[in-house]
């Protein structure tokens, strides 16, 4: 059975000078699913977002990209999510993921925020984290007070190929999640591509 989704929220900062941060993953997964559309974002001054609409078989759905700035990420979505009724459990927010290595990409039900400051401030919105993830692994520097630098830096070449792969494996999840269920994207997504 298919899976409920009506939105898919990618976070991110806003700006060119963070464009291709790793903190900026979220973005980079919801521009994708709009470049491959053909569809196109528009500014949101209401949602403090910019949102597009991503045509899918039997309706379509709602991408979003807070412009609030990470820390603030829980106030656009809230805005979006009551002006069209949408449930938490319709949700899916994409986002940087600092416990799973680069080119690892998981999803994800409720759960902790782990640190996010995102998904901390989602969840100061929302009260309760029933809302589904799409985990982007960028990888970990090592050291916590190297955190910060480390995720408003470039990812390297290969860092950058290996999250890439993920967002396109994503996508394809994605798909298989609106037709067959959240089951079947999950075994899909976490499956070793080595060993289909």
């Known amino acids: 059975m298919a899976q409920p989704l009506r939105l898919i929220a990618g976070l991110g900062n806003p700006g060119a000078g963070y464009k291709a941060t790793r903190h900026n993953v979220g973005f980079w997964f919801v521009d994708a699913l709009a470049e491959s559309a053909g569809v196109s974002w528009k500014a949101e001054k209401r949602f403090q977002g910019e949102s597009a609409r ?20 829980g106030q656009s979505l809230r805005a979006v999510t009551d002006f069209f009724k949408i449930p938490a459990a319709e949700t ?47 990888g970990h520097p090592g050291q916590a007070r190297e955190v910060i630098d480390y995720v408003l830096a470039r990812p390297t070449r290969e860092e950058g190929d290996a999250i890439g792969d993920a967002l396109v494996r994503a996508a394809e999840a994605l798909d298989l999640l609106l037709r067959e269920g959240w089951d079947r994207a999950c075994t899909r997504l976490h499956t070793d591509p080595a060993r289909i």
Do not use: C, Q, W
């Open 92 to 138: 899916l927010v994409a986002h940087d993921d600092l416990d799973l290595p680069a080119g690892t990409v998981r999803l994800k039900r409720g759960g902790g925020h782990g640190g996010h400051n995102g998904l901390r401030d989602i969840h100061r919105h929302f009260g309760t984290p029933d809302y589904m993830r799409l985990r982007i692994g960028i």
């Open 54 to 73: 991503l045509p899918i078989s039997g309706g379509e759905l709602l991408l979003l990209k807070p412009m609030t700035y990470m820390n603030h990420s």
